[in-house]
T-cell receptor
Framework: ETGVTQTPRHLVMGMTNKKSLKCEQHLGHNAMYWYKQSAKKPLELMFVYSLEERVENNSVPSRFSPECPNSSHLFLHLHTLQPEDSALYLC?????????????FGSGTRLTVV | QKEVEQDPGPLSVPEGAIVSLNCTYSNSAFQYFMWYRQYSRKGPELLMYTYSSGNKEDGRFTAQVDKSSKYISLFIRDSQPSDSATYLCAMRTGGFKTIFGAGTRLFVKA
């Protein structure tokens, strides 16, 4: 596989559930990101990792917990979410955190909180 | 005021038309300007990347940056139905935080 792969593609969870989103990149990039995309809103940066170290936590509620075990994998752990957290969650990677060539995005996980 | 403003559309054009997509911004420190294309049920893909002012051309696509007016444009020549997608502008200063527009939905009718 090439590029950025996200699983699952779709997820429906109750407000009391715990679930995790997974992202894997096969590009040899050193930076990985989580973005939230809500309808008719700009992409919101959630977390940035550079060489497995978190460099940005953009005022994200603690019910979202990222994990970056190595430079190829990124997780987003979810617990006690709210209905307004329903959105498309996009993972992205880049050569470095100030990329000259922009980001490579995955296809996203469509999350619905019921 | 939002840092980046982008008309959400939708914009509907006939096949073969020239399409003009635009964004305005307020932060004069932005130096890097990008356009992403996002098809339905897919993530955004980088289309054009420019640094500072000027034009950049790639096939049917031309990106234009006017820093004095804080205005960027993407032109699509000879538009095709396969160009139907949402187009996101994006920009950043020298740092790592990229600010995105909300996207313009484009429909190209055959």
């Amino acid at each position: 596989e090439t590029g950025v792969t996200q699983t699952p593609r779709h997820l429906v969870m109750g407000m009391t559930n715990k679930k995790s989103l997974k992202c894997e990149q096969h590009l040899g990039h050193n930076a990985m990101y989580w973005y939230k995309q809500s309808a008719k809103k700009p992409l919101e940066l959630m977390f940035v990792y550079s060489l497995e170290e978190r460099v940005e936590n953009n005022s994200v509620p603690s019910r979202f917990s990222p994990e970056c075990p190595n430079s190829s994998h990124l997780f987003l752990h979810l617990h006690t979410l709210q209905p307004e957290d329903s959105a498309l969650y996009l993972c992205a990677s880049s050569q470095r955190v100030s990329p000259d060539k922009g980001y490579t995005f995955g296809s996203g996980t469509r999350l619905t909180v019921v | 005021q939002k840092e980046v403003e982008q008309d959400p559309g939708p914009l509907s054009v006939p096949e073969g038309a020239i399409v003009s997509l635009n964004c305005t911004y307020s932060n004069s420190a932005f130096q890097y300007f990008m356009w992403y294309r996002q098809y339905s049920r897919k993530g955004p893909e980088l289309l054009m990347y420019t640094y500072s002012s000027g034009n950049k051309e790639d096939g049917r696509f031309t990106a234009q940056v006017d820093k004095s007016s804080k205005y960027i444009s993407l032109f699509i020549r000879d538009s095709q139905p396969s160009d139907s997608a949402t187009y996101l502008c994006a920009m950043r200063t020298g740092g790592f935080k990229t600010i995105f527009g909300a996207g313009t939905r484009l429909f190209v009718k055959a």
